[in-house]
């Protein structure tokens, strides 16, 4: 079934940094407002009313409502004018209580897939709005509290076909029928951090899925990786989401205390070290492989 695409377009720019938009990335967000009836229609209205955050379009189990044009640079990411807000178009996902979350996902993908062929944009540029600021959003998707994952939506994305995609299901056991997801990782578990166990580690942080670590400084941990790595001073936005996800120092730079942190966070010994291969590296893949980490 084909999105019912809808505009409603708001005229006043004051709550947007305006037009220049540079359009490399979608931002996936959730509304996180589950009250009955908070769906699409009343998000746009709340915008056309006037509301002190805006983002492009907001969609539900029934329908997408364009509310800014993709040239606008929206505030939805929480990042200022970074890239969040000055070069990417933002979907929320409706959560209200009334609706059909799944559906809602569904018709978020087929959103981000029109989008994508609109304007050029890449899988690997589609991002959770966690990876500019580090707000715990879109949460039921980065949680699968609904029983649908981050995963689970890019494979909706890629796959074409929403339907094919299962739900997990966290208590009951799995019948014997059902289809693996496809959007899990099938990472050798070899202990070795190289460019194919980053990539999975992007998509599951929900950053650039491109198998580079970028501006890294020199040091016992970046040393220790398979390749995959640039070196520089800047930090990398992938090991900041990871820092925040396993509760280490936000810098974006690899060290021993990110590592420490991934060991405790993935309960394996906690020396800060990375050996070549890892014990910590093996259950990072095994984990992604799972779908859970
Ligand atoms: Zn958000």
Redesign the pocket.
Known sequence: MSLKIKKQLVSNLRYTYGHGNKKRYITI??TANTSRGANAQAHANLQSRGFSSSFHWQVDDKQAIQSYPHSVSCW?AGDGRGGGNTESIAI?ICVNSDGDFRKAVENAAKLTRKIMKDEGISIMNVVQ?NAWSG?D??TFLRRGSKGILWSDFLAMVKGGSAAKVTPKKTTASKPKAQAKPKAVAKLKVDGKWGSATTRELQRALGTTADGIISSQPRNNVTQALYGGITFGSKGSPMVRALQRKVGARVDGKLGAETVRKLQAYLGTVQDGKLSRPSLVIKEMQRRLNAGNF
């Open positions: 967000h959730e939805h929320e709005h707000k959003c879109p």
